[in-house]
């Protein structure tokens, strides 16, 4: 594990954001940009699909949007390959995984060691991988949610950083709860990748995520932090 040394500098952070589809959370990310309550300057948006939303979002932005399809690659390891090359241009403090659907490779995620993260729509550890609200609804959970961590090269098992959690309510199907955890998914990713740039998060050299210097045994929880 690489340790990383909390930022310090007022710069904006330089950001690069992944996609593969609507880019709701890019767009969390641009108006916390815009509006000065994300010291961030994203640099580029990258997509493996050309049809993804997201692009459209980050042009309107005047954010640098670059399409590089994981089609025709013959390994994972190739596609990674070009993708940290790309990536190398424009030189992230913070490459932000916001609806990325491929499995990183372990040479790409410890390149990026540290200082990557990815949202997912569970409260890990539970339901990792796909289709997550609907295997809550099964599992006849009554409070579902996201968690935003570091990435290892365990899927979507790396250090959690902050969880939000919501209600799992009567009559839900698959998409409205969906709809209930991506609203919370749009206030802790900003909240995360802000105390990032802030360089009051970081990831020790021990593997777990120290804010404001203390070590995180457990994940924030929103309502803690907005109650
Ligand atoms: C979100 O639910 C995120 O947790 C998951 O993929 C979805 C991306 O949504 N990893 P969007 O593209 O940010 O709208």
Avoid at 4 to 16: F, N, Q, W, Y
Avoid at 21 to 49: E, F, K, M, Y
Avoid at 133 to 140: I, M, P, V, W, Y
Wanted: aromatic share 6%; proline share 7%.
């Amino acid at each position: 594990m690489i340790h990383e040394t909390p930022r310090s500098s007022t710069a904006p952070l330089p950001v690069a954001v992944l996609i593969s589809g609507s880019g709701s959370n890019l767009q969390a990310l641009i108006d916390g940009q815009l509006d000065g309550t994300l010291p961030i300057r994203i640099r580029v948006v990258v997509s493996n699909r050309a049809d993804a939303f997201g692009l459209e979002r980050a042009e309107r932005a005047g954010i640098p949007g670059r399409v590089l399809s994981h089609k025709g690659y013959a390994s994972r390891e190739d596609y990674d390959a070009d993708l940290a090359t790309l990536l190398d241009e424009y030189q992230p403090g913070l490459v932000v995984l916001a609806g990325f659907m491929r499995i990183l490779t372990p040479d790409f995620v410890i390149r990026h060691a540290g200082r990557m993260f990815n949202i997912h729509p569970s409260l890990l550890p539970k339901f990792p991988g796909l289709h997550t609200h609907q295997r809550a609804l099964e599992a006849g959970e009554q409070e579902h949610g996201a968690t935003v961590h570091f990435v290892t090269d365990e899927l979507d098992g790396g250090p959690a950083v902050i969880q939000a959690r919501v209600p799992v309510l009567p009559g839900d199907d698959a998409e409205r709860l969906a709809a209930r955890v991506l609203a919370r998914e749009h206030v802790i990713y900003p909240l995360a990748v802000r105390w990032f740039a802030e360089g009051r998060l970081a990831l020790g050299a021990d593997g777990c995520p120290r804010l404001d210097g203390r070590v995180l045994d457990a994940p924030v929880q929103l309502d803690d932090v907005i109650s």
